[in-house]
């Protein structure tokens, strides 16, 4: 089976702090997404990597980076947290754009 | 411009009954459509895809989806309900055409099943 693993359930920062939020999948898996997660908004894009080192913008890069320096692991950086990035953050994986995303099981990040 | 609308945020169905979730899609080509679950305080979990083929794709656990062209819908549906249903169902669709293949999320409908 696919697993995708998120580094943190839960996280609890500060207001203009760096934040690491980790993702690693364990199935060779080409492509790597993050997405944020709200109440009425459904899964918004952040960003995607669809090969080491290969990143792209979603739909609200505003904030964040990412990095992915080996193929397993793909990493979202909060630059400076700000309360308004207080939210559930999904990491996924596929195989290559033909197939289905599998996700990990999330971070509940609040930013105080 | 590519999109997904779920028109429900909720749907609310007695266990033993049919159930039907509905997505409608937009995109500029042909779509590839999925459908995930959400359990609460969980990852999303795929339940089943259309990319080709017969247009009644079957899935995990019972639930089955039909493509249809002619209305860009593709709703999930399953014959009988049961409580353990009951969780956030969201559709997503890519462009066939597509090179990245990035999905699109519906916002998601909250399904109950009362006993």
């Known amino acids: 089976d696919v697993k995708v693993t998120q580094s943190s359930r839960y996280l609890v920062k500060r207001t203009g702090e760096k934040v690491f939020l980790e993702c690693v999948q364990d199935?060779?898996?080409?492509?790597m997404f993050w997405y944020r997660q709200d109440p009425g908004l459904g899964l918004r894009l952040i960003y995607f990597?669809?090969?080491?080192?290969?990143?792209e913008k979603g739909d609200i890069p505003e904030g964040y980076s990412v990095s992915r320096e080996k193929k397993e692991r793909f990493s979202l950086i909060l630059e400076s947290a700000s309360t308004n990035q207080t939210s559930m953050y999904l990491c996924?994986?596929?195989?290559?754009?033909?197939?289905?995303?599998?996700f990990g099981p999330g971070t509940r990040l609040t930013v105080l | 411009a590519q999109s997904v609308a779920q028109p429900e945020d909720q749907v609310n169905v007695a266990e033993g009954n049919p159930l039907t979730v509905k997505c409608t899609y937009s995109?500029?080509?042909?779509?590839?459509l999925f459908w995930y679950v959400q359990y609460p305080n969980r990852g999303l979990q795929f339940l089943l895809k259309?990319?080709?083929?017969?247009?009644l794709v079957k899935g995990s656990y019972g639930f089955e989806a039909e493509f249809n062209k002619s209305q860009t819908s593709f709703h999930l549906k399953k014959p009988s309900a049961l409580v353990s249903d009951s969780a956030l169902y969201f559709c997503?669709?890519?462009?066939?055409?597509?090179?990245?293949?990035?999905?699109?999320f519906g916002r998601g409908t909250q399904l109950t099943v009362w006993p």
């Open positions: 997503a669709v890519r462009d066939r055409g597509s090179t990245l293949g990035r999905l699109y």
């Open positions: 259309y990319i080709t083929g017969d247009n």
């Open positions: 199935m060779d898996h080409e492509n």
């Open positions: 990597s669809y090969d080491v080192k290969m990143k």
């Open positions: 996924a994986s596929r195989l290559d754009s033909y197939n289905e995303q599998f």
């Open positions: 995109v500029s080509g042909n779509p590839y």
